[in-house]
């Protein structure tokens, strides 16, 4: 009895590992899927019902998709920041010797840390604000306050990525770092050959 017992809360705790693990690899890309996805359906719904006599357009729709729009901008933040894919001028960086480059990865990460944190601690001042004037959205009659939220979740998300991210540049200190160059074309490598296994 002691055995499954036992048995069960491992596979419970191996299922609960499984679960933050998938959290952290997928959990703003599922959410930026969805919203895309509901993005595209409202407005086509919203274009369909249009061009039907005597139906009233959908006054909720268009707020809703703006509402959606801001909220993938604020969820894009993080996964940017966990996949590695901010914007940035990396031919510059090749030019620095690899240690350098290395240093600079972690002042980039604390700085990105440090900037999303204070963005965090003033979108939780603005929530608070909007939240004690109680002020609605005209046509879903949506409290702002919960429209606001979405920027403070966001930040707070994009803060612990670049802990995630700070963390992972220290582990990797003494391992060759890629340049943006062979980062491309490794890139590549894995398309042509996920390209090649499709072809088969």
Known sequence: MENKKE?????QKTNFIALIHWLDLHLEETFLVVMLVLIACVTM?????RKIPGV??????EELCR??????VFLSLPYTIRTDSMLRVGVLKDLLPESLRKIL???????????MAVLGLFSWQVVGTIQESHEISPAMQW??????SFMLIGF???????VQ??????????EKELSTMEQTFQAAEAEAALARGGDD
């Open 67 to 72: 509402f959606l729009w801001i909220w993938s």
């Open 105 to 115: 990865n972690l002042v980039v990460d604390a700085m990105t840390l440090g900037c």
């Open 45 to 49: 719904l919203q274009v369909i019902v």
């Open 7 to 11: 048995s069960s809360k491992a596979t």
């Open 56 to 61: 009233a357009s959908l006054t909720w729709a």
């Open 156 to 162: 707070v998300l994009a803060a612990l990525r670049a």
């Open 143 to 148: 409290p702002i306050a919960f429209v606001y």
């Open 165 to 174: 991210q700070l963390w992972f540049h220290v582990q990797h200190l003494q």
